[in-house]
Structure formats: C-alpha cells, structure tokens
Antibody, heavy 121, light 106 residues
Framework: QVQLVQSAGEVKKPGASVKVSCKTS????????ISWVRQAPGQGLEWTGW????????NYAQTLQGRVTITADTSTNTAYMELTSLTSDDTAVYYC??????????????WGQGTLVTVSS | DIQMTQSPSTLSASVGDRVTITCRAS??????LAWYQQKPGKAPKLIYK??RLESGVPSRFSGRGSGTEFTLTISNLQPDDCATYYC?????????FGGGTKVEIK
C-alpha cells in the first residue's frame, strides 16, 4: 500500500533552517511528483511547492521563493523540504503529498502524517 | 493567483440532513478542482477530483460544477462526516485552497 512517512517534529530558533523528510513506499517513486503543504495552528492549508521526482523540476509558492528548497533522492525514494530563515510565521504542520504528473493533475492523492515545525526563541 | 472562496465557514446540521458546501474560484478553473476531508489531528484525505468521487468514498458524497462555481453535497449526513472540508484548484500555479468549511452535527 502507498505510504508516505515523515520525519519527527522539530523546534527551531528564529533565523534557523529546518529540513523535513518524506520517505515513500508502495509505488514507483519516479512516476509521481511530491508536493508540500503546510497548515499553521488552527488555520487552513497552504501549498508550498512541488517537485517532479523524475526530472527534478520544481515549482514553489511565491511567498516562500528563495527560502524553500524541495529535493528528491531516487535511491531512497525520499523527498525533502528545506526552509531557511525561519520566523514564527513558519510554525506549522508540514505535510508531504503524492501528486500525479499527468498534464494538469496537480492534486494530492496520498499524504504523509505531517511534521510539526515550531519556531520559537 | 486564483483565489478560492468557500462558504459557509461552519455548517451545523442533523444526522440524515443534506448539506451543501460551495467553492468559488476568482477565475475559471474548468473542471480542475479537488475536495479534501480533514479530521482533527489528521492529514487531509482526497475525496473528490475532476468530477469523480475517489474509490472507497461513500456515495452520499457528490460534487458538481465547472468554471468558477462548485459544490460538494453530503446527502444523509452521518456522524463520521464531521470534519473540515477544503476545495483546491489545480488549474494553474500556485495551487490554492479554499479557507475550509467545518461540518458539525447538531
């Protein structure tokens, strides 16, 4: 069965960086993209970016451009999201989600369990 | 960016009722819309995409719409349907979500 298992929660100080992992199994890694979606406490969902695990092509939310980097390791079927220059506004649960690569098919059909990133001094 | 507006933000209904959630896009997104169900402390779950119900989702859920206006209807509301529902457009980047509709049982 398809599974996306994320790394454990992190507590970071303002200005630091965080890197969250998403290990996948149960399907062919390079036939689907991976997206990252975050959810601040008590708030809605915000897409942060996407990677084609086949080509390495990426697309990021403009609000995070320059601070977010998404990568994929095809040898371990794992995707990563790194966010730099953290502020308290980045406190959120970060989800990875499998994303079909067909033309226009940028929805999220399987999700990881979420990783809480807390930014606090 | 395409803005997605959901209404209502909260909905309270009785078991067995028919409830409808509306999602409006700030410009046409054709049929490129998905709906997710999220229960407290859990990841969202895809329930509907591109005019199709996901496998395993009860048939009391149905979706309609195209262009800028979409609806998700739950007929015969059940206690297990208590959750927050989000729409998401995937017509163009950046991918955007509606603000969510919390469905409660009276």
């Amino acid at each position: 069965q398809v599974q996306l298992v994320q790394s454990a929660g992190e507590v970071k100080k303002p200005g630091a960086s965080v890197k969250v992992s998403c290990k996948t199994s149960g399907y062919s890694f390079t036939t689907f993209g991976i997206s990252w979606v975050r959810q601040a406490p008590g708030q809605g969902l915000e897409w942060t970016g996407w990677i084609s695990t086949d080509t390495g092509n990426t697309n990021y939310a403009q609000t995070l451009q320059g601070r977010v980097t998404i990568t994929a390791d095809t040898s371990t079927n794992t995707a990563y999201m790194e966010l730099t220059s953290l502020t308290s506004d980045d406190t959120a649960v970060y989800y990875c989600a499998r994303t079909p690569v067909g033309s226009g098919m940028r929805y999220f059909d399987y999700w990881g369990q979420g990783t809480l990133v807390t930014v606090s001094s | 960016d395409i803005q997605m507006t959901q209404s209502p933000s909260t909905l309270s209904a009785s078991v067995g009722d028919r409830v409808t959630i509306t999602c409006r896009a700030s410009q046409s997104i054709s049929f490129w819309l998905a709906w997710y169900q999220q229960k407290p402390g859990k990841a969202p779950k895809l329930i509907y995409k591109t005019s199709r119900l996901e496998s395993g989702v009860p048939s009391r859920f149905s979706g309609r719409g195209s262009g800028t206006e979409f609806t998700l209807t739950i007929s015969n509301l059940q206690p297990d349907d208590c959750a927050t529902y989000y729409c998401q457009q995937y017509n163009s980047y950046p991918l955007t979500f509606g603000g969510g509709t919390k469905v409660e049982i009276k």
